[in-house]
């Protein structure tokens, strides 16, 4: 038999007709109305078989599509053909030849041969014949592609692997089809594994992987990992990794971010790795690899023998869980959580707040599963999440929240016509018998869209004059040319670098020919160590990269000496900023100048007297030989390759220009768009984002671009040069602002009877804050308005804590404006529902700032009695109250209430102490607070507190003559990232910038305070 597969235009819900018409048109490049006409008048024969069970497959897979087929079975004798794919209609103007003869010459007769026909009618059947044999080839190929692309299923090693990694113990599954998901990136995004190239100056270890010829995007198939526990060694991961594999190339890139130590545990050879955190000094706990051409196996060392002799013994995988195999093999990518009590032994941090959040809403699921499919015609892809349960009460009641909470932001998002409208809109909840899940489906329009709204939001933040335009505005861009561009010198035949020429007012300790350094900042780390910022720049250098591109050289510290000629730079092996790391230098500006900054640390015992001389050595590189290709808005070749740089265009739309460049980034010089006359444009924004291995860019242009030009290096000069600094103290510039400073008064309390008698009628401006989004209910206080927001217990980092937001309005007084601890919300009880109050001692300080009723400013000129007419104190404060190991018991409890006294302090007598000089390291003992110089730069210094600052009004810095030059009083807590607080210890700092000399430092503070305290009680309101 002769299986037909008929297509009748018939569609369903998936697609529509339009949708259908507009991709048949792109597939075979005719024009919409000529796609409707082949493929919606008629019936159409996409496919011939001779096997019914591949005929059902390919009818199923279409079926998913929204394409309805119908299948015709025919006897194999029967010679008869249905409708084929038509070819592009004949225009009527061609269906009669026109004659070459003589209008009065007779036609000849046609022939009535019935082997012969007239030579254009078998010209037009031949034609109709290729193109016919072309569509349908085509057709066959596309759908071919998308059956391998919709194909999910998995080697044996897959199913292996996954019987192995899932035990008793394991936390989560996981896994990634990573072929399939490098096809659906491609078309999504037009990518290519082209555009990861290895770059020389890069960093990481996909880096240097690519370093030995090791694309994961092509080598690496596919992916199966788990998360387990053991009670001796914590959380661990192990992972399953197919594909084809470089041995020797693969542990020589490891071993370029690792210390390996090569094993051999009966007769396997196991490579055991470490690295040491760069913040903490700390090993890393090992990671066990081992591999064959074919494998990966990364596991715990006490497990990874086990996992690959297992993986490679000679059994039948039995299936561990049915439940997990179905779900995975309808995705090309899934993650599981097959046994949701194993949640509480999942790690600590980021990934084990959220999984422990999970554990607690997900108390009725039997398991969860969250995947992401592909389809195709149009691509699209949709990421679902399943929890299966037979608990039908938590089923029901869950959906339903989840339902509510949906339809209300597609409520709100509908109003809108944006990208983040649609985003919401492409949520669906899924409800079907023992499930629960929610599905959001995205095809190629969808990341276009976001793509451009990601761009132009990027390119508007950092824009020199505004964001993209949107498309209906690109026809009405007016061109605005670029008349400063300079042109890239194709040849510099000999090397003659101009005197460095300082701007901006900066000034440098040492200038020799194009170069300039100094000494930026002085400062005492947290560790009691000093730490110097140098800055190098360079000035007028020919050739050098546009802002945003490449870099000129390198800026590297070698020595920092005492009088007696011993070395004070502390040697490292880890930090933030390693000593020996050199600093890039990179352009800011359109005329040559580039510069870098460069932190480097001294040994413990220095100290900035004993510093006789810092040296260090400016490496440049400078393009001697340039290439500028110029690639046009419709041109077929989009792609550059200059040495070890790769850059790819992937689209040029009216002012937009989007590229990926990879490899050495460095080479790149300039990207800059031009219009139809070759003229440059001015550009308006840039965005960028990706790494050293691959980065991809969007640059916009005021004005239509028809051309680009990409300016790239051929050829370097490398010259180095040595600098050595004397003066290690920082530059300042000099003062022009410097005025006497205002007196700060006692605060007159006659006047808090008439804030109190304002506070009865108060209202604050209705729309401010809107971005907290709605408080849990609202109380009027006898000197304003406390808002409360949704509170909770929950785990983090130093245990269990109440969190929760409070914003506190109230009329306006001067004396409580910008310190924090002027106000303050004395918390001393708790109390949760079915529990006995819980006393605490918990302080929350206010810091108050003004709002404007409407639009209202603060005018300085006017006295407080009249600004309170026009402003208001405002203060917006995260609460976070510690509650030791019995928060444990609370984390599912109701808050109910909270008690407190709310407390201003208001200074009845104001005094000052000033510190007679300036410099890191001084300190001087006010009121009971220690304040120390930490760190001195250039216009700036940074003070830190130790003791209670509530009294402190304000510092100021003055110059010989008394005159302030700056001032501040806003204290913050040192936060290191990625660290926490027992492996860091912070401090309270305050940042005081200033222009000129600082020769005193004065602390004013409250000698004397009055209290005014009053009761607050917060109770939750009944639900």
């Known amino acids: 038999m002769i299986y037909k597969l008929v297509f009748k235009g018939v569609l369903t819900n998936a697609i529509d007709k339009q949708q259908a018409i507009t991709i048949f048109a792109k597939l075979f490049s005719v024009t919409e109305d000529d796609a409707e006409m082949r493929f919606f008048s008629r019936a159409i024969v996409l496919k011939q078989l001779t096997d019914k069970k591949t005929a059902e497959h390919y009818l199923a897979k279409l079926q998913q599509m929204g394409i309805v087929i119908e299948i015709r079975e025919l006897p194999s004798e029967n010679k008869q053909s249905d409708i084929a794919i038509p070819s592009k209609p004949i225009s009527p103007k061609s269906v009669t030849p026109k004659s070459s003869t003589s209008p009065n010459k007779p036609v000849p007769a046609p022939s009535m041969d019935n082997n012969t026909k007239p030579q254009s009618n078998r010209n037009r059947l031949r034609l109709i014949g290729g193109i016919t044999t072309v569509v349908i080839a085509i057709v066959i190929s596309v759908f071919i592609y998308a059956q391998r692309l919709l194909d999910t299923s998995v080697p044996m090693v897959v199913q292996r692997a996954e019987s192995i990694l899932l035990t008793p113990s394991t936390i989560v599954l996981g896994h990634a089809n990573i072929a399939k998901m490098a096809e659906l990136e491609q078309l999504f995004t037009d990518t290519s594994n082209d555009d990861y190239r290895y770059n020389p100056n890069g960093e990481g270890i996909i880096n240097a992987l690519l370093a030995e010829d090791i694309n994961l995007r092509r080598d690496l198939e596919q992916l199966v990992f788990s998360m387990n526990f053991n009670e001796d060694t914590g959380p661990y991961v192990s992972a399953v990794l197919a594909g084809k594999f470089n041995q020797s190339a693969l542990f020589k890139g490891l071993s370029r971010h690792y210390i390996v130590n090569k094993k051999i545990v009966d007769g396997l050879t196991i490579f055991e790795m470490v690295k040491e955190n760069r913040h903490t000094c700390k090993m890393s706990d090992p990671i066990a690899l081992t591999s064959t051409d074919n494998i990966i196996v990364i596991s715990h060392p006490d497990n990874i023998s086990s996992i690959f002799n297992q993986l490679n013994t000679p059994s039948v995988s039995t299936v561990v869980n049915q439940q997990w195999v179905d779900y995975r093999s309808q995705h090309i990518a899934s993650i599981g959580l097959l046994q949701p009590d194993n949640l509480k032994h999942a790690s600590s941090g980021f990934m084990g707040l959220m999984l422990s959040g999970l554990s607690k809403e997900m108390k009725g699921a039997q398991s969860v599963f969250a995947g992401l499919s592909a389809s195709f015609l149009p691509p699209s892809g949709s990421v679902d999440i399943v929890v299966n349960s037979t608990d039908e009460t938590w089923l029901s009641d869950t959906n339903s929240r989840l339902q509510k909470l949906l339809t209300e932001q597609q409520q709100t998002a509908s109003n809108d016509d944006d990208f983040i409208s649609k985003l919401i809109n492409g949520v669906a909840i899924v409800d079907e018998p023992y499930t629960l899940g929610g599905r959001f489906t995205v095809d190629a329009e969808m990341v276009a869209e976001g793509k451009k709204a990601f761009e132009s939001g990027l390119s508007s933040l950092i824009s020199i004059g505004g964001g993209k335009p949107s498309s209906s505005d690109i026809a009405n861009i007016k061109d605005e040319i670029d008349e400063s561009v300079k042109p890239y010198i194709v040849r510099i035949p000999s090397l003659q670098l101009p005197e460095f020429e300082s701007k901006y007012g900066k000034r440098y300790q040492w200038q020799e020919g194009p170069l300039a350094a100094s000494v930026t900042s002085l400062r005492m780390n947290a560790d009691n160590m000093l730490e110097i910022d140098v800055e190098a720049a360079a000035s007028g250098l020919p050739n050098a990269p546009s802002s945003g591109y490449g870099n000129s050289g390198e800026l590297l510290i070698t020595s920092v000496s005492d009088k007696n000629g011993n070395e004070l730079l502390a040697k490292e092996t880890c930090g933030n900023k390693i000593n020996s790391d050199p600093a890039e230098m990179t352009s800011y500006s359109s005329d040559g100048a580039v510069e870098a900054k460069k932190t480097v640390r001294l040994v413990p015992a220095a100290k900035v007297g004993n510093i006789a001389k810092i040296e260090g050595r400016i490496d440049l590189a400078i393009a001697t030989q340039t290439q500028a290709t110029l690639i046009a808005a419709d041109s077929d070749k989009m792609v550059v390759e200059q040495g070890d740089m790769y850059l790819r265009i992937k689209s040029i739309e009216g002012n937009s220009v989007s590229f990926v460049v990879s490899g050495n980034q460095q080479r790149l010089l300039s990207v800059r768009g031009l219009n139809a006359k070759k003229q440059y444009l001015q550009g308006s924004g840039k965005s960028s984002f990706g790494d050293s291995q691959s980065k991809s860019m969007n640059v916009t242009y005021k004005g239509n671009v028809k051309f680009v030009e990409i300016v790239s290096t051929v050829k370097y000069k490398k010259t180095s040069k040595r600098f050595t600094i004397t003066n290690v103290l920082p530059l300042q510039r000099k003062n022009e602002f410097a005025s006497l400073p205002k007196a700060i008064k006692p605060y007159n309390l006659r006047?808090?009877?008439?804030?109190?008698?304002?506070?009865?009628?108060?209202?604050?401006?209705?729309?401010?804050?809107?971005?907290?989004?709605?408080?849990?209910?609202?109380?009027?206080?006898?000197?304003?308005?406390?808002?409360?927001?949704?509170?909770?217990?929950?785990?983090?980092?130093?245990?269990?804590?109440?969190?929760?937001?409070?914003?506190?309005?109230?009329?306006?007084?001067?004396?409580?404006?910008?310190?924090?601890?002027?106000?303050?919300?004395?918390?001393?009880?708790?109390?949760?529902?079915?529990?006995?109050?819980?006393?605490?001692?918990?302080?929350?300080?206010?810091?108050?700032?003004?709002?404007?009723?409407?639009?209202?400013?603060?005018?300085?000129?006017?006295?407080?009695?009249?600004?309170?007419?026009?402003?208001?104190?405002?203060?917006?404060?995260?609460?976070?109250?510690?509650?030791?190991?019995?928060?444990?018991?609370?984390?599912?409890?109701?808050?109910?209430?909270?008690?407190?006294?709310?407390?201003?302090?208001?200074?009845?007598?104001?005094?000052?102490?000033?510190?007679?000089?300036?410099?890191?390291?001084?300190?001087?003992?006010?009121?009971?607070?220690?304040?120390?110089?930490?760190?001195?730069?250039?216009?700036?210094?940074?003070?830190?507190?130790?003791?209670?600052?509530?009294?402190?009004?304000?510092?100021?810095?003055?110059?010989?003559?008394?005159?302030?030059?700056?001032?501040?009083?806003?204290?913050?807590?040192?936060?290191?990232?990625?660290?926490?607080?027992?492996?860091?210890?912070?401090?309270?700092?305050?940042?005081?910038?200033?222009?000129?000399?600082?020769?005193?430092?004065?602390?004013?503070?409250?000698?004397?305070?009055?209290?005014?305290?009053?009761?607050?009680?917060?109770?939750?309101?009944?639900?």
Do not use: C
């Open 751 to 1023: 006047d808090w009877s008439v804030v109190k008698a304002v506070a009865k009628s108060f209202k604050p401006n209705a729309t401010s804050f809107q971005w907290l989004g709605e408080a849990q209910y609202k109380k009027s206080l006898k000197l304003g308005l406390m808002s409360v927001y949704p509170m909770k217990v929950s785990k983090g980092f130093n245990g269990y804590n109440l969190r929760g937001n409070i914003k506190f309005e109230m009329p306006y007084v001067s004396a409580l404006e910008k310190i924090a601890g002027r106000v303050l919300f004395e918390i001393n009880s708790l109390s949760f529902e079915n529990i006995p109050p819980i006393p605490v001692d918990y302080m929350l300080p206010f810091e108050m700032n003004f709002n404007g009723f409407g639009n209202q400013y603060k005018d300085q000129s006017k006295p407080e009695a009249e600004l309170r007419k026009s402003i208001y104190l405002h203060a917006y404060q995260q609460l976070k109250i510690p509650l030791s190991e019995e928060g444990k018991t609370l984390v599912d409890s109701k808050l109910t209430s909270l008690t407190g006294d709310l407390v201003f302090r208001l200074p009845q007598k104001v005094s000052s102490q000033t510190l007679n000089s300036v410099a890191l390291g001084k300190r001087i003992f006010v009121n009971g607070v220690v304040y120390k110089i930490v760190e001195l730069a250039s216009g700036g210094l940074k003070v830190s507190a130790e003791g209670d600052v509530r009294s402190l009004l304000d510092i100021r810095l003055l110059d010989k003559e008394g005159k302030q030059l700056g001032n501040g009083s806003s204290f913050n807590e040192e936060n290191q990232m990625g660290l926490q607080d027992k492996e860091f210890e912070p401090r309270l700092l305050a940042d005081i910038r200033f222009q000129g000399e600082p020769d005193k430092m004065q602390i004013i503070y409250a000698a004397s305070e009055t209290e005014k305290r009053y009761s607050v009680t917060l109770k939750q309101p009944k639900q």
